[in-house]
């Protein structure tokens, strides 16, 4: 027997579901990959996801704007990075451009100077400034910034 308990009606799946919302947004992908996981049928599944958006519970452009706005404060990721990861969500392009609009670009240039600034000293002992602004430039574009914006913020280094 399995450790699981496989939840196999709508009925019962309903207000486990809507626990699973309220607790965080998720995305479209992750609310029916969890319905799934519950038994559920196709039918079933779809039948889930139209109500849980009418409820509310659900909201493909709010999740998206929390997804991108959360992921650049607390990781300070750039907008290449948070871009892929929606898309790897199934978020649509509309949703991707409203997310990565809602980011303030003052805040987004101050975090990339403040991460350059910080990757640029803790490369202290590296002698060849070239070495250094090339270590610099592959460290913020992991990050997932523009390069031609990183790309004079770090030509602005010492």
């Given at each position: 027997?399995?450790?699981?308990?496989?939840?196999?009606?709508?009925?019962?799946?309903?207000?486990?579901?809507?626990?699973?919302c309220?607790?965080?947004?998720?995305?479209?992908?992750?609310?029916?990959?969890?319905?799934?996981?519950?038994?559920?049928?196709?039918k079933?599944?779809?039948?889930?996801l139209?109500q849980?958006?009418?409820?509310?519970?659900?909201?493909?452009?709010?999740?998206?704007?929390?997804?991108?706005?959360?992921?650049?404060r607390?990781?300070?990721?750039?907008r290449?990075?948070i871009?892929?990861?929606?898309?790897?969500?199934?978020?649509?392009?509309?949703?991707?451009?409203?997310?990565?609009?809602?980011?303030?670009?003052?805040?987004?240039r101050?975090?990339?100077?403040?991460?350059?600034?910080q990757?640029?000293?803790?490369?202290?002992?590296e002698?060849?400034?070239?070495?250094?602004?090339?270590?610099?430039q592959?460290?913020?574009?992991?990050?997932?910034?523009?390069?031609?914006?990183l790309?004079?913020?770090?030509?602005d280094?010492?």
């Amino acid at each position: 027997m399995s450790v699981f308990r496989k939840i196999s009606t709508k009925d019962l799946a309903l207000p486990k579901i809507r626990h699973y919302c309220s607790y965080q947004e998720r995305s479209h992908l992750e609310v029916q990959e969890k319905l799934y996981s519950f038994g559920l049928w196709k039918k079933e599944v779809q039948e889930i996801l139209s109500q849980m958006i009418e409820e509310n519970y659900r909201n493909e452009e709010r999740y998206a704007i929390q997804f991108a706005s959360g992921k650049f404060r607390m990781k300070q990721w750039g907008r290449i990075k948070i871009k892929y990861h929606l898309k790897q969500k199934g978020i649509s392009e509309y949703c991707m451009v409203k997310a990565l609009g809602a980011i303030d670009e003052g805040d987004y240039r101050k975090t990339l100077e403040k991460l350059a600034k910080q990757k640029w000293n803790s490369l202290g002992e590296e002698k060849n400034k070239f070495n250094k602004k090339k270590k610099v430039q592959d460290y913020l574009i992991q990050k997932g910034y523009e390069y031609p914006l990183l790309s004079a913020t770090v030509n602005d280094l010492p």
